[in-house]
């Protein structure tokens, strides 16, 4: 039943009966990696809509934007007619779902925060979308992308990882980049906060002795660069990992993690590495690197 009136109301029962049965799916995304997930999985054609911040692939840029995942613009959504919406479970507010519901509107959640969540996404939404080929594919290919990196050692490198230098604040072991430094051989120092994202002083970082530091704002190296001048408070290598490679829970977490175990190779030889990859050899430069992923 629809639940609101008005103009919104008499849009939702225009979409309900003017969308025949048989018709393509048109499906709008309510979070930006999940565009890049309906495009990797072979679906990108029937994207509709996407919400602000969609900026990857490049394709789904120039699709209208219904608002940001806290404030939807209903009535834009209702006149793109849309089939199917893709929400993000988790971190799509529920009060926002059951809205759409409301309206009349099909919405699924797509439960991917982990890194291990990419594969089985993929092919959920291959499934929902009806590419299941593409996105098995896909789902293959990342998964082999992610175990061909893996590094197991004894002797994992303490590794800080910075989302923002003001305030300082980082990520727990629950989320995907978190797991990427385990791959790649690290651990995360502030795994066990109890928060997702935690506020962190400059102490309790160099409390930890952290081996690497990875930011992602451009000018996140600038409160630890100069502490690296005496080593008895700050021994670490400084690396920028562009922050859509890590924060975003997608198809591009591969490269992100290609990014992160080039840094750690370089600091430390593993003990057990891929047999199909080398540590990158230590070319001289000092120990802050600026590196993007790419």
Not at 127 to 150: D, H, N, V
Not at 182 to 209: H, K, T
Not at 242 to 257: I, M, V
Request: charged share 20%; hydrophobic share 45%.
């Amino acid at each position: 039943m629809i639940a609101f009136g008005g103009r919104i109301g008499l849009l939702a029962l225009a979409v309900l009966f003017a969308v025949p049965a048989w018709a393509a799916e048109r499906v709008i995304t309510l979070a930006p990696h999940l565009a890049e997930l309906v495009v990797e999985a072979g679906a990108g054609d029937q994207l509709v809509g996407v919400i602000r911040y969609s900026d990857y692939p490049p394709q789904v840029t120039s699709l209208p934007v219904v608002g940001d995942a806290f404030n939807l613009n209903h009535e834009q959504i209702l006149a793109l007619r849309p089939t199917r919406l893709l929400a993000w479970a988790g971190g799509t507010p529920e009060p926002e779902i059951r809205r759409l519901e409301a309206l009349g509107l099909r919405v699924d959640a797509v439960d991917v925060r982990r890194l291990n969540d990419v594969a089985d996404a993929l092919r959920h939404i291959g499934r929902l979308l009806g590419t299941p080929t593409a996105a098995e594919a896909a789902a293959r290919s990342f998964a082999e992308q992610i175990e061909s990196l893996r590094v197991v050692t004894e002797e994992p490198l303490r590794v800080y990882y910075q989302v923002s230098a003001v305030p300082l604040y980082s990520l727990n072991g629950e989320h995907a980049a978190s797991d990427v430094i385990r791959l790649c051989g690290g651990r995360n120092i502030f795994a066990d906060a109890p928060v997702l994202a935690p506020q962190v002083s400059r102490e309790a970082v160099l409390a930890e002795r952290p081996d690497v530091i990875l930011y992602s704002g451009e000018d996140g190296a600038a409160p630890w660069q100069p502490l690296l001048a005496d080593r008895q408070v700050l021994d670490a290598t400084l690396a920028r990992i562009s922050p859509d490679l890590l924060a975003r829970p997608g198809p591009r977490l591969a490269q992100g993690a290609r990014a992160v175990c080039a840094v750690l190779a370089r600091v430390k030889p593993a003990r057990s590495s891929p047999a199909d990859s080398h540590p990158a050899p230590d070319d001289g430069r000092s120990r802050t690197a600026d590196r993007t992923g790419d």
